[in-house]
T-cell receptor, first 110, second 113 residues
Framework: GQSLEQPSEVTAVEGAIVQINCTYQ??????LSWYQQHDGGAPTFLSY????GLEETGRFSSFLSRSDSYGYLLLQELQMKDSASYFCAVRDSRDDKIIFGKGTRLHILP | KAGVTQTPRYLIKTRGQQVTLSCSPISGHRSVSWYQQTPGQGLQFLFE???????NKGNFPGRFSGRQFSNSRSEMNVSTLELGDSALYLC????????????FGPGTRLTVL
């Protein structure tokens, strides 16, 4: 079936680097997206990988490897405001449905 | 540019009632998607509309329906509410610039008693 797997929680220290992984099981998709959601807020778009490789946007980078069915979001120089949930998402190319992972809760320690 | 707006923000209903939620996308966006978010299931896709046509539908019962108007505003309706329908309902709009970059509204928090 179609599914995206992410760790449910990750903990890191302020100023450090953290990687949130996303593995997927779908035969084909158009690209991998990442969203951030703070408690009580709406998801906001972070990045999109249409092709394999690394996309960098400021402190955030995202990586995709279609051959490994794997992607990750990398957050550098962590700040307390980065404490949030992070979701990966794809649009399945077979049925055009949008699938989200269940999200990774990032806890940041001072 | 104004963001995605959703009304109402909070709603309390009782079992068996029906509810209609509204979403206004970002100006110029013709694609609107709806999601149900619950703590246990995360974000689950309900349906997607483009230019008044339903492009796709998630795995939800027929009690969940939606529509899109010529001005791209969208509504979703849930009939015969069940306790399990309590959730945050999110609407997202998408332009044509970058595939699947969705802009989410603040959501409607529905509580079914």
């Amino acid at each position: 079936g179609q599914s995206l797997e992410q760790p449910s929680e990750v903990t890191a220290v302020e100023g450090a680097i953290v990687q949130i992984n996303c593995t997927y099981q779908t035969s084909g998709f158009y690209g991998l997206s990442w969203y951030q959601q703070h408690d009580g807020g709406a998801p906001t778009f972070l990045s999109y990988n249409a092709l394999d490789g690394l996309e960098e946007t400021g402190r955030f980078s995202s990586f995709l490897s279609r051959s490994d069915s794997y992607g990750y979001l990398l957050l550098q120089e962590l700040q307390m405001k980065d404490s949030a949930s992070y979701f990966c998402a794809v649009r399945d190319s077979r049925d055009d449905k949008i699938i989200f992972g269940k999200g990774t809760r990032l806890h940041i320690l001072p | 540019k104004a963001g995605v707006t959703q009304t109402p923000r909070y709603l309390i209903k009782t079992r068996g009632q029906q509810v209609t939620l509204s979403c206004s996308p970002i100006s110029g966006h013709r694609s609107v998607s709806w999601y149900q978010q619950t703590p246990g299931q995360g974000l689950q896709f309900l349906f997607e509309y483009f230019s008044e046509t339903q492009r796709n539908k998630g795995n939800f019962p027929g009690r969940f329906s939606g529509r899109q108007f010529s001005n791209s505003r969208s509504e979703m309706n849930v009939s015969t509410l069940e306790l399990g329908d309590s959730a945050l309902y999110l609407c997202a709009s998408k332009g044509l610039a970058l595939a699947d970059t969705q802009y989410f509204g603040p959501g409607t928090r529905l509580t079914v008693l």
